[in-house]
């Protein structure tokens, strides 16, 4: 669509970002299933189109789409036209990120078996609860709190003291979620489509 002064949207800009359908390559979301036709040699017992998608767009010759089954949605990309009734392959790249697919690979195959669906591990409930902590840090920095009254606000239950301050492990806590936060806000936020990794 076209507005703001003829300017090309991805999307429509008159939707939050909670409405908005957005869609990553398989390079930066690795839970992102790639879908092809399957080898003539293929077992017949595979699964065929066309699968349960919703919200389709056409890039070039690929369909990007969310498929819907079990409760759950997975991203996917649909290479090359394919007919009904053909024979489906999913494609994993051999890359870094490729224990990530397999992952997402696996969940996606229990739920079209109606199996249960374990939780994207990518999210973790730890990682949730420390990336609220960080916006809220790096919104805490941004409006001049200082870190021992960002401290004060994410851990009410410890008795902060300001002549102690310096030398507590909550201090370096927070400065710590104040540089990831600042890191996530700055375009970092792609690396929560991958699992954690230890540095190399």
Known sequence: MRANGGCPFATDPALTALEASVYWTPAADPGTIL?????????????????????????GGDTYERIEVADATFPAIVQAELTSGTLLA?????????????????????????RRVPPDSRLTPQRRIRLRQMLRTVDGRREGATYRAIAEALFPDHQIETSSFAGNALRET???????????????????????RRPQ
Not at 38 to 52: G, I, M, N, V, Y
Not at 176 to 186: E, F, S
């Open 35 to 59: 879908i092809s036709a399957a080898p003539t040699a293929t077992a017949d017992h595979a699964l065929a189109s066309p699968l349960p998608g919703r919200d389709r767009r056409r890039d």
């Open 90 to 114: 999913a494609i994993i790249l051999l890359d870094d990120d490729a224990v990530d697919r397999m992952d997402a690979l696996t969940r996606f195959l229990l739920a079209l078996k109606r």
């Open 174 to 196: 927070t400065i710590r979620l104040a540089r990831d936060g600042m890191k996530l806000v700055g375009g970092g936020y792609r690396a929560l489509l991958r699992k954690p």
